[in-house]
């Protein structure tokens, strides 16, 4: 075992768990909607903007960082760690200063502002540590991603003894986290040998990346895994409950299963990933697409079987994001390596823009079909994303993926 090769799986895995910590804080406002709902009387339109203002707050984030190349013109461990440090301080502000709807939306769309100077940043630090392992080491990093989204069900699951746990006790306890990931990435993290020169400023990058065909379609294939993606991470926790408490299940149990799936896509993304370094990008993503664009379909019949369902959305939850870094790791690899870390901030800006349409449309669709026909919708997601990998996978420059491995 060599030391450059220690150094560079300490580095990944230091990313991985800074990133795990700081995302913890993007649904802890959301993992505890029913507590907020009971004190504040919130409406199905406020459940659903307590996740959408932090996507808003992201994708702004992202397009400005785009824009001006920050993910490229300067230090990404030190904007990482200043990033995951200014979400802590927001996510803390809610419980802190006892702030009411209108302020918890306020600063929770500043978490999401500020988690884009902690997402983009990682997988290009990990990027500067991979080359014919990217696909690998990224998936390590969404799956880690995909763990801390989970860790505030968990939370909630296993806070107080009976009835609503304490929601002020989540959100301080994953504002904690994130400030623990601020102190590791500034003084722990730093970028590998396969980190390009700093480019000269260019605003045109960004649009750039969306007129090449190759780039284009990697994209296109992320957006149709998004269209699923945050509304089944946001809705299914609730979904579950929902289940559960019908069949006379206990709502802490249904909470665990709500952690459980989320966390299930830990596992896919580590797995997808190892496999898609030697199979090939278009290959994995394809099978993810399906997996869990057929869970799309099929878990509204399930609904008032809690075991049969639980099982169902843990295969969901393990599918529905395995997919993930492969497309960030396709971009990376299609793309002028001097601005990768634009091109991926470009990338996810536009999937968290479309997350907005369909974690609104959810509650509406559950209050007017029932919870057994709401996520049918996002299904078309999945048709999409495979039929524009599939267009990828036919073109020469495909090639450039997981050292030949389309």
Same mark, same amino acid.
């Given at each position: 075992m060599t030391r450059k090769w220690t150094r560079k799986w300490l580095q990944v895995g230091l990313l991985a768990v800074a990133v795990l910590l700081a995302m913890t804080v993007w649904f802890s406002a959301s993992a505890v909607a029913p507590q907020l709902t009971r004190e504040w009387s919130l409406s199905d339109a406020e459940k659903s903007w307590l996740t959408m203002s932090v996507q808003i707050g992201f994708v702004l984030g992202a397009f400005l960082s785009a824009v001006f190349n920050l993910a490229d013109r300067f230090s990404a461990h030190r904007l990482f760690a200043a990033s995951a440090l200014v979400a802590a301080g927001a996510n803390a502000a809610i419980p802190l200063l006892s702030a009411g709807p209108g302020s918890a939306l306020a600063l929770r769309f500043l978490? /999401? +502002?500020?988690?884009?100077?902690v997402y983009p940043p990682g997988m290009k630090l990990v990027a500067s540590?991979?080359?014919?392992?990217? /696909? +690998?080491?990224i998936g390590l990093l969404v799956g880690a991603l995909t763990l801390g989204s989970g860790i505030p069900h968990l939370l909630n699951a296993t806070l107080g003894e009976t009835g609503m746990p304490p929601w002020r006790g989540v959100l301080l306890a994953t504002s904690l986290q994130a400030a623990v990931a601020a102190v590791l990435a500034l003084l722990l993290i730093r970028p590998g040998p396969f980190l390009g020169k700093a480019p000269p400023f260019d605003w045109r990058f960004a649009g750039r990346i969306l007129t090449d065909r190759p780039t284009r379609l990697a994209n296109f294939g992320y957006l149709g895994h998004m269209w699923e993606l945050y509304a089944m991470w946001a809705w299914v926790p609730i979904f579950l409950l929902e289940g559960y408490e019908g069949a006379g299940w206990s709502p802490r149990a249904a909470r665990l299963a709500g952690f459980g799936v989320l966390a299930a896509g830990t596992a896919g993304c580590v797995l997808a990933g190892r496999l898609a370094d030697r199979l090939g990008r278009t290959r994995i993503?394809?099978?993810?697409?399906?997996v869990s664009g057929a869970c799309c379909l099929l878990a509204g019949l399930f609904f008032r079987h809690p075991a049969a369902l639980t099982a169902l959305c843990l295969v969901w939850g393990f599918a529905v994001v395995a997919d993930s870094a492969q497309f960030s790791a396709a971009v990376s690899e299609l793309a002028d390596p001097r601005y990768v870390g634009t091109a991926l901030t470009i990338q996810t800006s536009l999937g968290f823009l479309l997350t907005l349409f369909t974690i609104r449309m959810i509650p509406p669709l559950a209050d007017r079909f029932g919870w057994e026909r709401a996520f049918l919708i996002l299904s078309l997601g999945p048709v999409f994303g495979a039929w524009s990998m599939l267009r990828l996978r036919r073109l020469p420059e495909a090639a450039r993926m997981a050292s030949g491995n389309r």
């Amino acid at each position: 075992m060599t030391r450059k090769w220690t150094r560079k799986w300490l580095q990944v895995g230091l990313l991985a768990v800074a990133v795990l910590l700081a995302m913890t804080v993007w649904f802890s406002a959301s993992a505890v909607a029913p507590q907020l709902t009971r004190e504040w009387s919130l409406s199905d339109a406020e459940k659903s903007w307590l996740t959408m203002s932090v996507q808003i707050g992201f994708v702004l984030g992202a397009f400005l960082s785009a824009v001006f190349n920050l993910a490229d013109r300067f230090s990404a461990h030190r904007l990482f760690a200043a990033s995951a440090l200014v979400a802590a301080g927001a996510n803390a502000a809610i419980p802190l200063l006892s702030a009411g709807p209108g302020s918890a939306l306020a600063l929770r769309f500043l978490t /999401g +502002f500020a988690l884009a100077g902690v997402y983009p940043p990682g997988m290009k630090l990990v990027a500067s540590w991979c080359r014919e392992d990217r /696909g +690998f080491g990224i998936g390590l990093l969404v799956g880690a991603l995909t763990l801390g989204s989970g860790i505030p069900h968990l939370l909630n699951a296993t806070l107080g003894e009976t009835g609503m746990p304490p929601w002020r006790g989540v959100l301080l306890a994953t504002s904690l986290q994130a400030a623990v990931a601020a102190v590791l990435a500034l003084l722990l993290i730093r970028p590998g040998p396969f980190l390009g020169k700093a480019p000269p400023f260019d605003w045109r990058f960004a649009g750039r990346i969306l007129t090449d065909r190759p780039t284009r379609l990697a994209n296109f294939g992320y957006l149709g895994h998004m269209w699923e993606l945050y509304a089944m991470w946001a809705w299914v926790p609730i979904f579950l409950l929902e289940g559960y408490e019908g069949a006379g299940w206990s709502p802490r149990a249904a909470r665990l299963a709500g952690f459980g799936v989320l966390a299930a896509g830990t596992a896919g993304c580590v797995l997808a990933g190892r496999l898609a370094d030697r199979l090939g990008r278009t290959r994995i993503t394809l099978w993810s697409l399906i997996v869990s664009g057929a869970c799309c379909l099929l878990a509204g019949l399930f609904f008032r079987h809690p075991a049969a369902l639980t099982a169902l959305c843990l295969v969901w939850g393990f599918a529905v994001v395995a997919d993930s870094a492969q497309f960030s790791a396709a971009v990376s690899e299609l793309a002028d390596p001097r601005y990768v870390g634009t091109a991926l901030t470009i990338q996810t800006s536009l999937g968290f823009l479309l997350t907005l349409f369909t974690i609104r449309m959810i509650p509406p669709l559950a209050d007017r079909f029932g919870w057994e026909r709401a996520f049918l919708i996002l299904s078309l997601g999945p048709v999409f994303g495979a039929w524009s990998m599939l267009r990828l996978r036919r073109l020469p420059e495909a090639a450039r993926m997981a050292s030949g491995n389309r």
